[in-house]
């Protein structure tokens, strides 16, 4: 008798088992369902605004003829893109790109480092120097670029006026080929220094107190806790501030249009001395009205960013130090 109740309360408990795993997958079923439904908005947002444009900008890529005002083409193949690797306009927007890189990322680097250290050893008004620092980020590139174009200006500017109080005469910074990549590069620096420094007081503040607490019971110098402790917990933000300063001078835009494009009316610079790979893309799409080039450009300039990408992978999992 009781060897039956035993095996009637296992048979129970074996239907009430399967009934409770037959709920909970419906209820999972429900929930996946509300999921998919939630995230159906921003899917349809990325597959209208840059899933579509990507396959249309690679699909005029290949006409060997376009017309945008009817958009068609003619022919298909590789002409597009062994064009613009033999033009050359589009090298010297690559090496100015490259020039500008090698001139603004350390410098980028050096100075929002140096005032994120700062900022973080201030305990008061911290939130004030944070709100100063940040607000040239919110401010239009457009506008800012205006002034600095007062500041370049070889006739009336403030770096010219400083320059003659020292003696030295004054320099053409929006004509001169040399000088036009000087100054885009202080304008490019200045422009994205907040945006660095805030990434680099997030990493700062990651690392736990304990280890500075520890750091200087040892009798650690502040050079030493900088350069044993702080730079190797923070390389994995200096990483991505090299990877983010890459791709923000790479895109460089509105810089170029707002110093040299007002100022030369329609180029960058005299001779698109200051043209940079993104100002090509828009050059040759708005300008020349070469759309099919234009579309091969932002293909190669895709496919380096995407190999930049690749690299910043392999390297940080081999010399990165995460907390």
């Not at 376009?66 to 062994?82: K, V």
């Not at 202080?186 to 304990?210: D, E, H, M, T, Y």
């Not at 650690?220 to 991505?240: D, E, G, H, N």
């Not at 043209?275 to 828009?282: K, N, P």
Request: proline share 3%.
């Amino acid at each position: 008798m009781r060897n039956n109740n035993v095996k009637e309360g296992a048979q129970i408990s074996k239907q009430q088992k399967s009934r409770l795993i037959e709920m909970s997958d419906g209820t999972l079923r429900v929930r996946s369902g509300w999921a998919y439904l939630y995230i159906l908005p921003g899917m349809a947002l990325l597959l209208l605004f840059t899933i579509y444009p990507l396959i249309m900008v690679l699909r005029t890529a290949f006409y060997q003829k376009y017309i945008y005002i009817t958009n068609t083409g003619e022919g298909f193949g590789l002409s597009s893109f062994a064009w613009v690797l033999r033009d050359s306009t589009f090298w010297m927007a690559c090496k100015n790109t490259l020039i500008l890189l090698l001139i603004a990322l350390p410098i980028t680097l050096v100075l929002a480092l140096g005032a994120a250290l700062l900022i973080n050893s201030i305990k008061r008004l911290q939130g004030l120097f944070q709100t100063i620092y940040f607000l040239p980020y919110v401010t239009s590139t457009i506008a800012i670029g205006m002034a600095f174009l007062w500041l370049f200006h070889s006739d009336y500017g403030y770096i010219n006026y400083f320059l003659q109080l020292f003696g030295i005469s004054p320099k053409e910074w929006l004509t001169d080929p040399t000088l036009m990549i000087v100054s885009l590069s202080i304008f490019s620096v200045w422009n994205g220094l907040a945006f660095k420094i805030l990434l680099f007081l997030a990493g700062l503040q990651k690392i736990s107190p304990q280890v500075y607490q520890a750091a200087r019971i040892d009798g650690a110098s502040p050079a030493k806790t900088l350069f044993r402790i702080t730079l190797p917990l923070l390389s994995p933000t200096i990483w991505m501030v090299i990877l983010v300063s890459v791709i923000y001078v790479a895109r460089t835009f509105n810089e170029v249009y707002a110093m040299f494009v007002s100022f030369s009316g329609g180029t960058a610079g005299s001779g698109n001395a200051a043209i940079t790979i993104m100002y090509y893309i828009y050059w040759m799409f708005y300008d020349q009205g070469k759309v099919n080039y234009a579309a091969a450009a932002a293909i190669l300039f895709l496919i380096v960013i995407i190999l930049i990408t690749v690299v910043q992978r392999v390297v940080s999992k081999k010399f990165i130090h995460y907390v």
